[in-house]
């Protein structure tokens, strides 16, 4: 769907032509002639990643030293607030 606004800057009213203003960012003069289009775009498909399963999450750690594996949870449990004391 596609079409076409033709507005005369001269036929706006105060408020309107202060707001088409606004968002073209400049002023406009009486012998201007705005043209708003409006354009279908295609949107990509939300599942363009690669797909992702439980054994894939189960590698997650697969070639780190245990060193690298406590330096990654140690950040993990600080950001999750998992290190406090609960009752």
Known sequence: ME?????DVATLDAPHRRALEEVIGQQLASN??????VMQITIP?????????LD???RVYEGLSEA????IDEV?????D???NLP
Do not use: F, K
């Open 56 to 58: 894939d999450w189960t």
């Open 68 to 71: 690298e594996i406590d330096a």
């Open 82 to 84: 998992l290190t406090r």
């Open 76 to 80: 993990v449990n600080t950001r999750a």
């Open 45 to 53: 498909a939300p599942d363009d990643r690669p797909a992702q399963s």
């Open 32 to 37: 201007q002639r705005l043209v708003i289009n």
């Open 3 to 7: 079409t076409a606004l033709h507005i």
